[in-house]
T-cell receptor, first 114, second 115 residues
Framework: DSGVTQTPKHLITATGQRVTLRCSPR?????VYWYQQSLDQGLQFLIQ???????AKGNILERFSAQQFPDLHSELNLSSLELGDSALYFC?????????????FGPGTRLLVL | GENVEQHPSTLSVQEGDSAVIKCTYS??????FPWYKQELGKRPQLIID?????GEKKDQRIAVTLNKTAKHFSLHITETQPEDSAVYFC??????????????FGSGTQLTVLP
């Protein structure tokens, strides 16, 4: 157990809908990263937050947004969902968010868009 | 932005043999190269990492080598065991889209250790 929690574990929804994925980082970690892992694909970096502020952005679609709250948990919002958004979404956390330190991954949220 | 290529995509070895996975990267300014192991249905976990001021790092049966000139790095697993079977991802900390330096992952290698 990495200490990073994600909810829900599984999510099934329909095209056009909106969902929110939640992540709680390890105690003491200030940075949260979001990744998308599609079937047979690697991990695609989406976005990073550090202590409540956006620090880096990857290939995140405009339909997706995220935020980190004062208690450091983070939410990833996916809207106008398409079939191709079906994937495993991981969040990871690290202490300082420099990108040169260990990132601890949560168990992931498996999203299925029908 | 950074581009990381990983080979092979699948690798089968006999128990006790060695396994080597190779990655190349494009951003010459990349300075941090971790390797993650992902077992089926589980989260990725860091197994070893190397920084650009070091050429080789070893941790028991696992070693990583880095060639900055050629922009490639490799994972070596010796005396493989069935529990080494998993997907292995390399990554490089380079420029992602925009100006931020973040991890770019390779596409993964499915390692199968045959008993």
């Amino acid at each position: 157990d990495s200490g990073v929690t994600q909810t829900p574990k599984h999510l099934i929804t329909a095209t056009g809908q909106r969902v929110t994925l939640r992540c709680s980082p390890r105690s003491g970690d200030l940075s949260v990263y979001w990744y998308q892992q599609s079937l047979d694909q690697g991990l695609q970096f989406l976005i990073q937050y550090y202590n409540g502020e956006e620090r880096a952005k990857g290939n995140i679609l405009e339909r997706f947004s995220a935020q980190q709250f004062p208690d450091l948990h983070s939410e990833l919002n996916l809207s106008s969902l398409e079939l191709g958004d079906s994937a495993l979404y991981f969040c990871a956390s690290s202490v300082e968010g420099t990108g040169e330190e260990t990132q601890y991954f949560g168990p992931g949220t498996r999203l299925l868009v029908l | 932005g950074e581009n990381v290529e990983q080979h092979p995509s699948t690798l089968s070895v006999q128990e006790g043999d060695s396994a080597v996975i190779k990655c190349t990267y494009s951003d010459s300014a990349s300075n941090y190269f971790p390797w993650y192991k992902q077992e089926l249905g589980k989260r990725p976990q860091l197994i070893i990492d190397i920084r650009s001021n070091v050429g080789e790092k070893k941790d028991q049966r696992i070693a990583v080598t880095l060639n900055k000139t050629a922009k490639h790095f490799s994972l070596h697993i010796t005396e493989t065991q069935p529990e080494d079977s998993a997907v292995y991802f390399c990554a490089a900390r380079g420029i992602s889209s925009g100006s931020a330096r973040q991890l770019t992952f390779g596409s993964g290698t499915q390692l199968t250790v045959l008993p």
